[in-house]
């Protein structure tokens, strides 16, 4: 799931628009690094194992090169604090971005809520509906997991972890 969600971040980035990925399961360093493997194409094994020929360094420098260039880049937010709709509004109302993407949505809160985890779920994607209207807000992707029934049947909007309302509330699934 987060996989997806940065290669589409990464494809708007090719595109010439601005992401920003609010993550909150991974580190920036990691998303980083799986964007450098996306830019590339290097396995990611031997990125992370330092076992880089002459050949893949020269290619690594030349992508960086290329990135410095560029008017766009993709914003890594990985340690913002609670994680609200509201402060994900006012990211996305600072940093300005072009396309908002949140990893992943039931890891987000409901601060002073003691709602059960579907209850919290189903307040945080009406919240995010409510934000995806506004038409000064990029368009926003939300990552979920999906529960245990997916490794066998495959993953479906049946069986969304967590809550239906994911699925209710959103334009795509």
């Known amino acids: 799931k987060s996989t997806l969600a940065l290669q589409i971040a990464y494809s708007a980035y090719k595109q010439g628009y601005t992401p920003l990925v ?3 399961e991974m580190e920036a360093a990691e998303i980083h690094l799986k ?14 194992m330092l076992e880089l020929t002459e050949e893949d360094k020269k290619l690594w420098r030349e992508e960086a090169e290329k ?5 766009n880049d993709i914003i890594v937010l990985d340690n913002v604090g609670v994680c ?13 971005p072009d396309l908002l993407i949140i990893d992943y949505i039931t890891l987000m809160d409901l601060p002073g809520e003691r709602l059960n985890t579907y209850e919290k779920i189903k307040s945080l994607t009406h919240q995010l509906k409510a934000m995806a209207r506004d038409p000064e807000l990029p368009p926003i ?3 979920a997991q999906s529960n245990r029934n997916a490794k066998a049947e495959g993953s479906t909007t049946d069986n969304i972890g ?3 309302s994911i699925v209710q509330d959103s334009d795509i699934v």
């Open 67 to 71: 990135a410095a260039d560029t008017d």
């Open 141 to 143: 992707i939300s990552v």
């Open 162 to 164: 967590d809550s239906i």
């Open 84 to 96: 609200t709709a509201e402060k994900v509004y006012s990211l996305a109302k600072q940093y300005k």
């Open 22 to 24: 609010v993550s909150l």
């Open 35 to 48: 964007f450098d493997t996306l830019a590339t194409h290097m396995n990611s094994r031997k990125v992370n």
